[in-house]
């Protein structure tokens, strides 16, 4: 299977590798790499998401938008108050709202 979809992709004029590691971990249900390290890093559970989310919304449609930083410091803000003594230090981490947008 994996070289039938390399050899489709090189026709194409790409070249692509297919790793048979994950083509047998999605075969018997395995998670892929990023939705490993979503569980994983993960700060905020799903309600609270949705929350932060809507948060957001809410200042856009008032006209304050949010760049990176100040949504990284609300949420670092929550994450303190929630937490207390055990939000870490840094807060969610340089690039959190990259990837949480």
Not at 21 to 44: I, M, P, Y
Not at 60 to 77: E, I, M, T, Y
Request: aromatic share 10%; hydrophobic share 35%.
């Amino acid at each position: 299977i994996c070289q039938e979809a390399a050899e489709e992709w090189r026709e194409k004029g790409i070249s692509v590798t297919v790793s048979t590691d994950t083509v047998q971990r999605c075969l018997t249900g395995g998670r892929s790499h990023t939705e490993f390290n979503a569980e994983k890093n993960t700060w905020l559970a799903p309600e609270e998401e949705k929350k932060v989310v809507e948060y957001y919304l809410a200042l856009a449609k008032r006209g304050f938008l949010l760049n990176h930083k100040q949504l990284k410091f609300h949420v670092n803000s929550l994450l303190q108050a929630w937490l207390g003594d055990n939000c870490p230090e840094g807060g969610v981490g340089k690039n959190w709202s990259t990837q949480f947008i």
